[in-house]
Nanobody, 126 residues
Framework: QLKLVESGGGLVNPGGSLTLSCEASGLSLGYYSVGWFRQALGKEREAVACTAQIRHRKKYADSMEGRFTISRSDAEGKVWLTITPLKPEDTATYYC???????????????????WGQGTRVIVSS
């Protein structure tokens, strides 16, 4: 059973930077493609970025290009999401999710993902 735990959220000033971490345990992260998603209060969950199981190909949602960077270390069992510069509209709960068997692909559709973390809250406000 894969377990995912997000961390790194908090209150940040607009224009600042933040790196969220997703730590996997139970099974090797190397078997999985991993995505980051976010959900603001009263809004639908949306995809941010994902990284594929093999070759770690990265994909970003169209609206997330430029300010978001996803990275991973299978050896450490971690996937990171760096956001810079932060904007108030980035306020949301951020979730990481994993799906096995995708090999060179990573989907941005949350319905493909089978394992989810509990989320970490990011608030961007001065």
């Amino acid at each position: 059973q894969l377990k995912l735990v997000e961390s790194g959220g908090g209150l940040v000033n607009p224009g600042g930077s933040l790196t969220l971490s997703c730590e996997a345990s139970g099974l090797s992260l190397g078997y999985y493609s991993v995505g980051w998603f976010r959900q603001a209060l009263g809004k639908e969950r949306e995809a941010v970025a994902c990284t594929a199981q093999i070759r770690h190909r990265k994909k970003y949602a169209d609206s997330m290009e430029g300010r978001f960077t996803i990275s991973r270390s299978d050896a450490e069992g971690k996937v990171w999401l760096t956001i810079t510069p932060l904007k108030p509209e980035d306020t949301a709960t951020y979730y990481c999710a994993a799906v096995g068997g995708m090999r060179f692909q990573c989907p941005l559709d949350a319905r493909n993902y089978t394992d989810w973390g509990q989320g970490t809250r990011v608030i961007v406000s001065s």
